[in-house]
Structures are given as C-alpha cells and as structure tokens.
C-alpha cells in the first residue's frame, strides 16, 4: 500500500533562516505531488505541484520555492524565511486525474 | 480568488441527526470534488467524491450531492456520531490541480 512520509512535525525557525521540509511517498511510481499551507484559521492553499521530476508548478508567488529532485521527493525551501511563512505545511500525492489526494501528517512552522 | 467557499465556519448537530455542510464554487471547469475530514495537527484524511457526471454518490453515512446549474456541491452525513466532530473541507479538481474551500467546523453533541 501506499504511504506518504513528511517530516518534522513541527518546527521554530527565526526570521531570515532558511527551510527545508522533506516528503517522500512510498508504493507508488510517478506520483503527482503537491505543497499546501494552512494558514491560522484558513483553507488549504496550494503551493506548488508536480507531475513529474523537476516539473514544478506555483500557484502562488512567494517566498517559497519547491523542487522534486526524485521522483517520489518532494522538497518545499526557503532561503529566508518571513514572520507570515508561519503556518501548517501539508504534502500530498495522487496517482491520477480523477482520484483524490492523500496527505501527510504536515509540519507546524512557527517563525519568531 | 477564493474558487471553493463554504460559507458556514461552523455548524451544531444533536447526536443521530443529519449533518448537512455546503460548499460552493466558482469554476464551471471543475470536473472532480471531493471532501476531506480533518482533525488537528494531522492531515486531512479523504471521504468522499464525485465526478462532474454524477449528481449523487453515496458511502455508508456519507451521501455528496452535486448540482452543477447551481455550482454547489453538499455532504450529508446520517446518522451523526459525535466521532464525526472534525473540521471538514470540500475540495475541486480541474486538471492536476485541487483546490480547497476554508473549512466548516462540525461539532456533534452527543
């Protein structure tokens, strides 16, 4: 079967350091792969997805940016990160069009 | 732009009533949508969905009705249990990519 693993859980970051958040999925070949945010008392937002190695798309311009250097590596970074980058870090994958996401865990960024 | 909106933040049911949340949206491109069941410091973990062809798809307690003409998708849940307490999130698909409304809050009182 299929699991998806996204580490840390949570994490305290000062302003201006950099980020990386880590996800990798497990039995399942060429997955889409996806970074959302939720922000404190908001809806999913999507970041960025991928369809395949090095194929990224941005919903959002940012201070974010994603890259997938394997195929089931997913990675979202920052080189400095900002007070409004706090929130709650999701990855997904799906296997096709037409069938749902499936989420991590997420990780809890606070930046102080 | 906010593309999928449920305008209920929150929403109170008796235990063994139905729970019914709404969620509309804004893209008539959207052909796939689903809800998802979320509780805290965890990921959303996925119900159920339907495709733009169908207007009703059933799962146990989960019924998702869709109507297209009014670019508005329902869950219904019945019987509620209070297990069911969780923040629940439809969701919309055109393509590779989903997207999500801001949540409604269910609290089931047993």
């Known amino acids: 079967s299929q699991t998806i693993h996204q580490w840390p859980a949570t994490l305290v970051q000062p302003v201006g350091s950099p980020l990386s958040l880590e996800c990798t999925v497990e039995?399942?070949?060429?997955?889409?792969l996806y970074w959302y945010r939720q922000a404190a008392g908001r809806g999913l937002q999507l970041l960025f997805y991928?369809?395949?190695?090095?194929?990224i798309s941005s919903e959002v311009p940012q201070n974010l940016s994603a890259s997938r250097p394997q195929d089931r590596q997913f990675i979202l970074s920052s080189k400095k990160l900002l007070l409004s980058d706090s929130g709650f870090y999701l990855c997904?994958?799906?296997?096709?069009?037409?069938?749902?996401?499936?989420f991590g865990n997420g990780t809890r960024l606070t930046v102080t | 732009d906010q593309q999928v909106k449920q305008n209920s933040p929150s929403l109170s049911v008796q235990e063994g009533r139905i729970s019914i949340l709404n969620c509309d949206y804004t893209?008539?491109?959207?052909?796939?949508f689903l809800w998802y069941k979320k509780y805290p410091a965890e990921g959303p973990t996925f119900l159920i969905s339907?495709?733009?062809?169908?207007d009703k798809n059933e799962d146990g307690r989960f019924t998702v009705f869709l109507n297209k003409s009014a670019k508005h998708l329902s869950l219904h849940i019945v019987p509620s249990q209070p297990g069911d307490s969780a923040v629940y999130f439809c969701?919309?698909?055109?393509?590779?990519?989903?997207?999500f409304g801001t949540g409604t809050s269910l609290t089931v009182i047993p």
């Open positions: 969701a919309a698909s055109v393509g590779n990519q989903f997207y």
């Open positions: 039995g399942t070949s060429n997955p889409n």
């Open positions: 893209n008539s491109m959207f052909d796939y």
């Open positions: 991928s369809v395949g190695i090095g194929q």
């Open positions: 997904a994958w799906s296997d096709q069009r037409g069938e749902p996401l499936h």
């Open positions: 339907i495709s733009s062809i169908k």
